[in-house]
């Protein structure tokens, strides 16, 4: 196993919480590469909010409807 591949990680934010972060929306968060001011906010905020999940954790809380994905950004990625 290579051991400088790090875990993808899934950030999760409510809509509301990133509201004062600039130029956020889904496009933006598409083409992030995870090294942008917005993106490292971003992450910031779910660490915060206890919202960063492995994928198969996000994929278990998801199934399970413990995010409710109506109301939120989601950004993947093993750049942090």
Same mark, same amino acid.
């Given at each position: 196993?290579?051991?400088?591949?790090?875990?993808?990680?899934?950030?999760?934010?409510?809509?509301?919480?990133? /509201?004062? #972060? +600039? *130029?956020?929306?889904? /496009?933006? #968060? +598409? *083409?992030?590469?995870?090294?942008?001011?917005?993106?490292k906010e971003f992450m910031e905020i779910a660490?915060?909010?206890?919202?960063?999940?492995?994928?198969?954790?996000?994929?278990?809380?998801?199934n399970k409807e413990e995010i409710c994905s109506l109301s939120t950004y989601i950004?993947?990625?093993?750049?942090?």
């Open positions: 196993m290579n051991e400088n591949k790090k875990e993808t990680k899934v950030f999760v934010c409510d809509l509301d919480m990133i /509201e004062n #972060i +600039s *130029n956020v929306n889904a /496009e933006s #968060i +598409s *083409n992030w590469g995870g090294n942008e001011d917005e993106a660490e915060q909010e206890g919202s960063v999940y492995s994928l198969a954790g996000f994929q278990n809380a998801l950004f993947i990625t093993n750049n942090y």
